[in-house]
């Protein structure tokens, strides 16, 4: 079975300060994916960025890049010059590398951030 | 158009009732999931279709019962609700055959029900 486990229930940042949060995984599959997500207050689930479990190098997207640590199993999100519209609840999700996906949800990082 | 849309928007309905939540997209993604968020959880998935035909149930009491008549709609049907069923209910959509980030889940804004 597959599980992800976010320790940070909330993190405080300062604008334009970088922040860092956790994500930790078990699975068994040799192949799988990693999803970060941000869910604002509305409640619509933002795709932020996807780490693939082969891939070699870590991925970025814009401000987010993705520290991958697969020895660990960690996938920790790192959001550098943060801005207030940051402030959200985010999750990492875990689940395949093709076709459909049953995503695994951890429990969540509130980050606020602050002028 | 690479969005995914909800309605209605919040949904207010007694035990006794029918109601049926409806998502759309027009993405050409053949696969679609509808996931259940109580208040300070993460979403949990409750069914998924691929190609228009149920692929995944979670497990999920016959009091919800998915439809999904085209591959650009998602409809969840609503019967004999517990007040405890009151949650963010989510439709998501992606490529049934993308490989890596493209798997990506698109998610609507969601309906906020409350079942009184």
């Known amino acids: 079975a597959q599980k992800i486990t976010q320790t940070q229930p909330g993190m405080f940042v300062q604008e334009k300060e970088a922040v860092t949060l956790d994500c930790t995984y078990d699975t068994s599959d040799p192949s799988y994916g990693l999803f970060w997500y941000k869910q604002p207050s509305s409640g619509e689930m933002i795709f932020l960025i996807y780490q693939g479990s082969y891939d070699q190098q870590n991925a970025t997207e814009g401000r987010y890049s993705l520290n991958f640590q697969k020895a660990r199993k960690s996938a920790n999100l790192v959001i550098s010059a943060s801005q207030l519209g940051d402030s959200a609840m985010y999750f990492c999700a875990m689940g395949r590398n093709t076709g459909f996906q049953k995503l695994v949800f951890g429990t969540g990082t509130r980050l606020l951030v602050s002028p | 158009d690479t969005e995914v849309t909800q309605t209605p928007k919040h949904l207010v309905m007694g035990m006794t009732n029918k109601k049926s939540l409806k998502c759309e997209q027009h993405m050409g993604h053949r696969a679609m999931y509808w996931y259940k968020q109580k208040a300070k959880k993460p979403p949990e998935l409750m069914f998924v279709y691929s190609y228009e035909k149920l692929s995944i149930n979670e497990s999920v009491p016959s009091r919800f019962s998915p439809e999904c008549p085209n591959s650009s709609l998602l409809n969840l049907h609503l019967h004999a609700l517990q007040p405890e069923d009151s949650a963010l209910y989510l439709c998501?959509?992606?490529?049934?055959?993308?490989?890596?980030?493209?798997?990506?889940?698109?998610f609507g804004p969601g309906t906020r029900l409350t079942v009184l």
């Open positions: 998501a959509s992606s490529q049934e055959v993308g490989q890596g980030k493209y798997n990506e889940q698109f």
